[in-house]
């Protein structure tokens, strides 16, 4: 193993990388928005302005993507409009401008709960499991939307998260920050998403916790499904990130891929720590 766990991941993995062929690398851009890909890209939140009910605006002509087979990371200073946007885009609050398109379709109009429908699922910031439910009972209410048998998808997320199904029975708010940030992905993962939404999913865990979890992040990458997540652990997320974002003051402040916006001497005097 080398000194870097995630070794050379940051566009050469060519089992990650955009199955549709379409360059996804842009050069690190100040005020830079996404590129379309050809077809434009899965899931976009695309030149967003908005805030909170009759608020003023906290989004400005914010725009973040994700491709298929990649992990785009959203950065930047406390109080950005990160999670504002993460919101924006999964239909928690009015985009007074701007658009919000999943596999083409705009989907702007549509509730949290028709875009969960339409393949799109969430790990919130805060308040992301049910502390009083078992851990199974988390991942049950996980599948609400299902019709079908979802043990098999059950069966994976235990093999994601071996420790979930030795502690199934358990109550999921007595478990540590990380095994509660896996019930939360795990929960998100029932419904079998098209693209899963993460924010900050290392928040409040230790270092190699946190290796552990995008280690993790990255097998859910490896199956298809395109991860856009927040991350507070700005270098280390930039390292496992495909493309990412630095939002300033609910702006796009920098894009670019992981390794551009690392080797970039304003967003690293800037956002990491030099
Ligand atoms: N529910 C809300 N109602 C009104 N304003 C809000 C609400 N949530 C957030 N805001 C405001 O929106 C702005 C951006 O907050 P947001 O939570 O999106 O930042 P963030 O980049 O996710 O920060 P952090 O790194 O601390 O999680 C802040 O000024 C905040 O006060
Ligand atoms: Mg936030």
């Known amino acids: ?29 100040k005020g830079g928005k996404a590129t379309a890909s050809p077809g434009g890209p899965f899931l976009i939140g695309d030149t967003m302005t908005g805030g909170y009910g009759k608020g003023p605006d906290i989004l400005h002509d914010c725009t973040v993507s994700v491709d298929p087979g990649e992990i ?21 609050l009015d985009v007074r401008q701007g658009h919000v398109r999943l596999d083409g379709e705009d989907i702007t109009a549509l509730s949290p709960q028709d875009r969960v429908a339409k393949g799109m699922g969430f790990v919130p910031q805060t ?55 896996q019930v939360a992905v795990g929960r998100a993962l029932m419904t079998q998403p098209k693209v899963l939404m993460l924010d900050e999913p290392t928040a409040g865990v230790s270092p190699i916790v946190m290796d552990e979890l ?53 967003v690293r005097k800037s956002f990491l720590g030099g």
Do not use: C, W
């Open 72 to 92: 785009a990371v959203i950065v930047g200073p406390n109080g950005a409009g990160k999670s504002t946007a993460m919101k924006a885009i999964f239909g928690m």
């Open 1 to 29: 193993m080398s000194d870097d766990p995630y070794g050379d991941r940051g566009n050469k993995d060519a089992s990650i990388t955009n199955p549709k062929g379409g360059s996804t690398a842009h050069p690190v851009k």
């Open 127 to 181: 308040s992301n499991i049910f502390t009083s439910l078992t851990v199974e009972e988390n991942l049950e209410m996980g599948a609400f939307i299902r019709r079908d048998d979802f043990s098999g998808t059950m069966a994976q997320v235990y093999d994601l998260f071996p420790i979930l199904k030795e502690k199934r029975n358990q109550a999921a708010g007595e478990l540590s920050g990380g095994q509660r940030q």
């Open 214 to 266: 995008f280690d993790r992040i990255i097998e859910v990458a490896r199956t298809g499904i395109p991860i856009l997540m927040v991350e507070q652990n700005a270098r280390q997320a930039l390292e496992i990130a495909d493309k990412g974002y630095v939002l300033v003051q609910g702006r796009n402040a920098y894009t670019g891929t992981g390794k551009e916006l690392l080797a970039d001497p304003e």
